[in-house]
């Protein structure tokens, strides 16, 4: 299995423009998540699917975020208008139970200058 | 509620010291999972270990061994003769039984110096 595969793997873009990162999880996994990292707030939970499905939603910054699944093997995460302080470091992870441990991507590294 | 602590910020040892990394966690549920991820300065996160919480007993593979104490809520982690390459952030987390959420701690920043 090639893992979880994120794209792209880095990503700059100005101020105001809609950027779109993107997931394949792992076949047969059924939950995926998604995470920022930034310095000052170390791993973030953003959203979380389960079966193709929104669970929790929470922890989504603002309105700008938003993200979908709509197969098993591909999720979205867009920011629409992204602003500087979105630049973090975004990743995507996949698990068929939560106690297996999550498998993560390789993550999209986004500068918004 | 559900929490990972993990209280040392960053670490440094020069190579071939062991060091400990500590880990202590929150729940009140009775099964519940652990794990260690390491995220060296390439970025991805590589899972290292799992635990779950009927299972105490302390786990060596190479270098690397962890000491679970149910009695104290820790999960530490020991890297033994230090090299360069384990030269990375380190994650604790907690998963528990019910769920597919992952709580993970602020992560130890480790540098071993040559």
Excluded at chain 1, 79 to 106: K, N
Excluded at chain 2, 37 to 55: A, T
Excluded at chain 2, 61 to 75: E, P
């Amino acid at each position: 299995d090639a893992g979880v595969i994120q794209s792209p793997r880095h990503e700059v873009t100005e101020m105001g423009q809609e950027v779109t990162l993107r997931c394949k999880p792992i076949s047969g996994h059924n939950s995926l998540f998604w995470y920022r990292q930034t310095m000052m707030r170390g791993l973030e939970l953003l959203i979380y699917f389960n079966n193709n499905v929104p669970i929790d939603d929470s922890g989504m910054p603002e309105d700008r975020f938003s993200a979908k699944m709509p197969n098993a093997s591909f999720s979205t995460l867009k920011i629409q208008p992204s602003e500087p302080r979105d630049s973090a470091v975004y990743f995507c992870a996949s698990t068929l139970a939560g106690y297996y441990g999550y498998t993560f991507g390789s993550g999209t590294r986004l500068t918004v200058v | 509620a559900q929490k990972v602590t993990q209280a040392q910020t960053e670490i440094s040892v020069v190579e071939k010291e062991d060091v400990t990394l500590d880990c202590v966690y929150e729940t009140r549920d009775t099964t519940y999972y652990l794990f260690w991820y390491k995220q060296p300065p390439s970025g991805e996160l590589v899972f290292l270990i799992r635990r779950n919480s009927f299972d105490e007993q302390n786990e060596i593979s190479g270098r690397y061994s962890w000491n679970f104490q149910k009695s104290t809520s820790s999960f530490n982690f020991t890297i033994t003769a230090s090299q360069v390459v384990d030269s990375a952030v380190y994650f604790c987390a907690l998963s528990p039984n019910t769920g597919n959420q992952f709580y993970f701690g602020t992560g130890t920043s480790l540098t071993v110096i040559p």
